[in-house]
């Protein structure tokens, strides 16, 4: 059930953080926190999953030493956040299979770190579940940019 209220966003990103900085350090990864104190309008676990997984996903995808930028602005009624990594990235085919309903296939990170496939497919979910969107951009050998909208107000 999907219950959204206002939030601060940075307090869920911080929090995030804060759980997979731990895992970041494994890599040398450095997590950079760019999103403006910003009040939004949504279901708070799905906020978390959303972020806790392409956060996740950035440090599984980036190479020792990397770093992952997360940034919002706001757009008309939404906040847009992006989660941007300097990782493996992706295809232009890979990126357009992503959320297709068949297509459910684990690629393996930088360190072989595994997964399901399904995080990315369940976080556009519980976007559009509390009103925004989720997509991504991306170029091979340079990096992925997730980003994904919230209601700024109820």
Do not use: Y
């Amino acid at each position: 059930m999907v219950e959204p209220r206002e939030l601060e966003i940075n307090s869920v990103l911080e929090n995030t953080i804060k759980v997979l900085t731990p895992l970041a350090s494994k890599k040398d990864i450095k997590i950079v926190n760019e999103v403006p104190d910003t009040k939004c309008f949504s279901d708070q676990n799905h906020l978390t999953i959303i972020l806790r997984n392409l956060i996740s996903n950035a440090i599984k995808f980036t190479h020792v030493n990397g770093t992952i930028n997360i940034s919002a602005a706001r757009k008309d009624d939404f906040l847009e956040v992006a989660v941007s990594d300097n990782g493996i990235g992706m295809s232009t085919k890979k990126v357009e299979q992503l959320f297709k309903n068949a297509h459910v296939a684990s690629t393996f990170g930088t360190n072989n770190e595994k997964g399901t496939g399904l995080g990315l497919f369940l976080c556009k979910e519980m976007a559009e579940s509390n009103g925004g969107k989720l997509w991504v951009t991306s170029i091979e050998n340079v990096g992925t940019t997730v980003f994904f909208t919230v209601p700024l107000h109820k």
